[in-house]
Each structure stands twice: as structure tokens, then as C-alpha cells.
């Protein structure tokens, strides 16, 4: 179908793309960028075969297994999304993907990110987290030496488990000082501590002055120790002198 093409970025959704290398022959297209998308129960190269193209990405709705060694081969994936997965992201559905020196940005939008799982995607430079988050360890996070750009634009910061959503602030405000992009919401409707917090450290605290009048004393017994110790200092340094 694409023979004889050029074409920058092709994106398939929902089909079953079948590959025939008895065809490679006559091929005389380029595809620079594929990125296939469907709903899938197992995830492997018969699923998502390969294809003459410079980057691959590949996104898996509602899958439950991932069989990262049927990838080993796949010079040009570099990207891989699971999307509301029918299971938790543990090490056990992760296990091979460190193998994959080509991949370089991974999304979850999964409720549970557990026991470390990101250790196996720790050479990835791009991170982007979706709306279903609920818990992500810090172990995981703490992981990724090599990432460049962390996406969290649509989590949701209120709903996270405590601990997760203390791990994130931890590691955004830790990682932005090294020159870690980050792309995070900028307004929370609830003034989340957490939220407001990034918002002050990254840019110039638009949404802290949004949210003074109904979030001080509240921030201030935040269960998260670096939120809660930003608030306090901040009081402290507008308490009138004697």
C-alpha cells in the first residue's frame, strides 16, 4: 500500500497489520514514523510485527501480558504506550524491556505502578504518566537516571495516594535543578498542596497566589514533609518582626 511512498508520520489505529518479508524487496517507500495503536489481549511481535520504518511506536490498550524478548530485534522501537492495562505495572509484565536500547519514551496510563517496575525501562529519556494514575512508587521513579522529560500533565494530583504524589514532588523538585523538562498541570481547581508547590518551584507561583487565601493552614500539615516544610518557611518569612 505504501510502496513508493514518503511519508513522515503514519499512525494506525485499530487494525491488524500483517508483515510479508517476502516484500521487503520490492519496497521502496519511507515511512520515518509509524506508531500503531489497537486493543490487546498480549502484547508481541506477532501482535505488532515488523516494518521498514526509521521509529516505531507501539500502543496497547486493555492488554494483560507483554512479551518484551519477541522485541529484541526491533532496532527502531522507540516508543511503547499501555493504555488502561487490564493489570498492575510490576516487574514481572516490564521484564525485558531493559534489553530494548532503542526505546526511548514509555506512557502508562495505569492505576497501579508498583515494586519497582520502572527498573526495567531505567534508560528512557521521555516518561508520561495518564489520568488513571493512582500509585507509583518512589523506588520506580528514583530509577530513571536517563530520563529528560517527565509528562504529567493529566494526572490527576488529588486523587493520588499520598506517598505518590510526595514521591513525585520529591523527584520533580530534586531532578528540575539537573535539567529535567517537566510538563505538569498548571492549575488544580482543589489547590492541591502538591500541585501548587510544583507550580511555585517551576514558574513564577501565578497559581500559589490563586490559591493563598483557602490553602495555608491546610499546606502546612501536608503529609508531605517537603510541602509541608515549604509552607512553613514561607509563613515564618512573612511573620512580622519584633
Do not use: W
Not at 498548571?186 to 502538591?194: A, P, Q, R, T
Not at 507550580?199 to 501536608?222: V, W, Y
Amino acid at each position: 500500500i505504501f510502496n513508493n511512498t514518503n511519508i513522515t508520520h503514519l499512525n494506525i489505529e485499530g487494525a491488524v497489520v500483517t508483515h510479508d518479508a517476502a516484500l521487503l524487496p520490492k519496497y521502496k517507500g519511507q515511512i520515518r514514523s509509524l506508531k500503531i495503536t489497537r486493543m490487546i489481549d498480549t502484547v508481541n511481535s506477532d501482535e505488532f510485527p515488523p516494518f521498514p520504518v526509521q521509529t516505531y511506536t507501539i500502543e496497547a490498550h486493555k492488554m494483560r501480558t507483554l512479551d518484551a524478548s519477541s522485541f529484541a530485534n526491533y532496532t527502531q522501537l522507540t516508543g511503547l504506550n499501555i493504555i488502561q492495562p487490564d493489570v498492575s505495572i510490576t516487574p514481572r509484565l516490564l521484564a525485558g524491556l531493559e534489553n530494548l536500547t532503542s526505546l526511548r519514551s514509555v506512557s502508562f496510563d495505569a492505576e497501579r505502578i508498583a515494586d519497582g517496575a520502572l527498573h526495567h525501562v531505567r534508560h528512557v529519556q521521555t516518561l508520561i504518566l495518564g489520568s488513571y494514575l493512582r500509585m507509583l512508587d518512589s523506588d520506580s521513579l528514583n530509577s530513571l537516571t536517563s530520563l529528560q522529560q517527565l509528562d504529567v500533565r493529566y494526572v490527576p494530583f488529588s486523587p493520588l495516594q499520598a506517598n505518590t504524589s510526595c514521591a513525585l514532588a520529591d523527584f520533580i523538585n530534586r531532578r528540575r535543578m539537573l535539567g529535567l523538562t517537566v510538563y505538569r498541570p498548571h492549575e488544580s481547581l482543589d489547590c492541591d498542596c502538591v500541585l501548587v508547590f510544583l507550580n511555585k518551584m517551576i514558574d513564577d507561583g501565578e497559581q500559589t497566589a490563586k490559591c493563598q487565601p483557602m490553602h495555608n493552614d491546610r499546606c502546612l500539615f501536608s503529609s508531605c514533609s517537603i510541602v509541608s516544610d515549604y509552607f512553613t518557611r514561607k509563613q515564618k518569612a512573612h511573620l512580622p518582626t519584633v
